[in-house]
C-alpha cells in the first residue's frame, strides 16, 4: 500500500521515507497500516483530565453495582436450591438410617470432621445429634447402595 505523499506531508511534514514506514518531523512515524483518517488532527487534551473525578466516582458506583446485580442473584439462588436438595435428600437419609429419629438436621458446615460442605443428622429423642450423612459441598439426591430398598 503506497502512501498518500500529499496528505502525510500536509499531517506531519516527511523528513524520511522507507520501504514500510515514513518518519516525521515531530519525531512520529506512519507505517503502512496508517488508515485511521479520524485521527490525523488528534491534539491531546493537555493537562486537563477527559473525566472529571466525580464522573469517574459515580461510573466506578454504577459498575461495582452493576456487577453486584449480575452476581449476586446467582448466589442466592445456588445457596437456595443447595439448601434445598440437602434438606430434602436429609430426610431420605434419615428415614431410611435412624427412622427412629424425631427430627433431621442439613447444615453446611465450614469445620466439621467430615470437611467443608453439607452434612445431615438425625436428632434423637433426648436431643443428641447422629451424623447420618455427609451430603458434599454439592448436595444431591439421596443414593442407596444397590438392592438396598425391599420393595
Same mark, same amino acid.
Given at each position: 500500500m503506497d502512501f498518500d505523499e500529499p496528505r502525510c506531508t500536509a499531517l506531519c511534514g516527511i523528513i524520511e521515507r522507507t520501504a514500510h514506514s515514513v518518519r516525521c518531523e515531530n519525531g512520529a512515524s506512519m507505517d503502512e497500516y496508517f488508515d485511521e483518517p479520524e485521527l490525523a488532527g488528534y491534539?491531546?487534551?493537555?493537562?486537563?483530565?477527559?473525566? +472529571?473525578? @466525580?464522573?469517574?466516582? $459515580?461510573?466506578r458506583v454504577? =459498575?461495582?453495582?452493576?456487577?453486584?446485580?449480575?452476581?449476586?442473584? &446467582?448466589?442466592?439462588?445456588?445457596?437456595?436450591?443447595a439448601a434445598s436438595t440437602a434438606t430434602n435428600a436429609c430426610?431420605?437419609?434419615?428415614?431410611?438410617?435412624?427412622?427412629?429419629?424425631?427430627?433431621? +438436621?442439613? @447444615?453446611?458446615?465450614? $469445620?466439621?470432621?467430615?470437611? =467443608?460442605?453439607?452434612n445431615?443428622?438425625?436428632?434423637?429423642?433426648? &436431643?443428641?445429634?447422629?451424623?447420618?450423612?455427609v451430603l458434599g459441598i454439592i448436595p444431591s439426591v439421596a443414593h442407596f447402595p444397590p438392592g438396598t430398598i425391599a420393595s
Open positions: 491534539q491531546p487534551h493537555g493537562d486537563r483530565p477527559l473525566r +472529571s473525578p @466525580r464522573l469517574v466516582t $459515580v461510573m454504577v =459498575v461495582v453495582l452493576g456487577v453486584v446485580g449480575l452476581i449476586l442473584p &446467582g448466589i442466592i439462588i445456588t445457596a437456595g436450591t430426610a431420605v437419609y434419615t428415614a431410611y438410617y435412624a427412622p427412629e429419629a424425631v427430627n433431621f +438436621s442439613a @447444615r453446611f458446615e465450614l $469445620v466439621s470432621s467430615s470437611g =467443608v460442605g453439607w445431615c443428622y438425625a436428632i434423637q429423642f433426648g &436431643g443428641d445429634e447422629v451424623l447420618v450423612a
